[in-house]
């Protein structure tokens, strides 16, 4: 009878036949550590041979460090949520990280991924547009779990977080149309428990009221294509429609330029003007040629990154608050300004004059 069990091939074997230490296997399979070229040659020439995998468990074990990093995020309907998983991973991968990817597409309320999340042996938590409970947040924090929201905020800074400046954005937006001779303006907003939506709302309507135009009419897209397309239909059969629109993200963006010219007749930049938020990839292929605020996503990620490697390195450092401004690009969907664009090899932007 022939026996098919077979003993997993360990370290100490690696090391026997390669005649090296245990440890020099241990470095050599260890992104970063210190090992010269021909003891990584004797290593890996032993490893092929007896088809040895590093435990990562076992070494988690000894470390208390898995080497994942959970990330949370909304439907990948959004390219924007996308464009973030990838760098996201790419950035932790350069510090020896895994990417353990959770969705809370079938659910707004993020505490039963995070139920799913903690039963996970992971180092750290990137929640991308997602909020974090008072429950969570305490308990994380009693665990010394790091935490980081990543375009999105908590209501108290107890946990840390890296935004664009949405307040600055919904600012400028405004001024912008205003300037480019609007009048009646709309707002589609995301989700109405969201921190970036409300604050890119809230300084859009502060910013008209200043400039002695009425509030904006207002209808909710819940961040998503079908939504837009149906919160603008709804804007644009009224009596008196707008002749502006600005939409909480690019998504719901696109979908309005797309129910105003196909379903109204509306030109972009004449009968209509339509700005986005975030300046996902599609945002600027000709054919769409998106107005947006543009978040700085790849800062976004640096400092995300940065704050949990600090933390990783000291479990109890302050939380912290990152603001980061973006940039108000120009191009076909709205109409410009006589005043305030500036032009670039990059493109055109618009600033306050």
Not at 223 to 244: H, I, K, N, V
Not at 331 to 340: E, K, L, M, T
Request: hydrophobic fraction near 45%; glycine fraction near 6%.
């Amino acid at each position: 009878m022939v026996d098919n069990f077979r003993r997993p091939v360990t370290a100490h074997d690696v090391a026997k036949l390669a005649e090296v230490s245990q440890s020099a296997v241990s470095r050599t399979f260890t992104k970063g550590a210190s090992v010269s070229q021909k003891t990584r040659e004797k290593v890996e020439a032993a490893a092929a041979v007896l088809g040895y995998r590093p435990n990562f468990v076992a070494r988690s074990l000894i470390t208390n460090r898995t080497g994942q990093i959970a990330v949370v995020v909304p439907s990948l309907e959004n390219p924007f949520y996308g464009a973030a998983v990838e760098a996201l991973s790419k950035a932790f991968e350069a510090i020896s990280y895994r990417v353990l990817l959770f969705s809370t597409v079938t659910n707004e309320n993020s505490d039963p991924v995070l139920d799913e999340v903690l039963r996970h042996r992971v180092d750290a938590v990137v929640m991308v547009s997602s909020s974090l409970s008072s429950r969570f947040a305490e308990e994380c924090q009693q665990t010394g779990l790091p935490v980081v929201l990543l375009n999105r905020k908590n209501d108290n800074d107890t946990i840390s977080s890296v935004t664009s400046d949405n307040l600055r954005g919904g600012e400028l937006i405004a001024s912008f149309l205003q300037a480019g001779g609007h009048t009646r303006m709309a707002f589609i907003a995301g989700s109405e428990s969201s921190s970036t939506s409300r604050d890119r709302e809230l300084s859009f309507s502060a910013t008209l009221g200043s400039l002695g135009l009425p509030a904006p009419l207002r209808d909710a897209g819940h961040y998503t294509f079908q939504g837009a397309m149906e919160a603008a239909r709804r804007l644009l059969s009224r009596a008196q429609p707008p002749d502006a629109i600005f939409c909480a993200n690019d998504l719901m963006a696109i979908a309005a330029l797309n129910v105003a010219t196909t379903e109204f007749g509306l030109v972009p930049a004449s009968t209509i003007s339509i700005v986005g938020f975030d300046d996902i990839a599609p945002a600027r292929w000709p054919l769409i040629a998106l107005t947006t605020y543009e978040q700085p996503l790849a800062l976004m990620i640096e400092k995300a990154v940065q704050i949990i490697a600090a933390q990783l390195e000291e479990t109890r450092k302050p939380s912290i608050q990152e603001v980061l401004p973006g940039r108000l690009i120009v191009r076909q969907s709205a109409r410009r300004p006589r005043v305030g664009l500036v032009e670039s090899e990059e493109g055109t932007y618009w600033i306050v004059p």
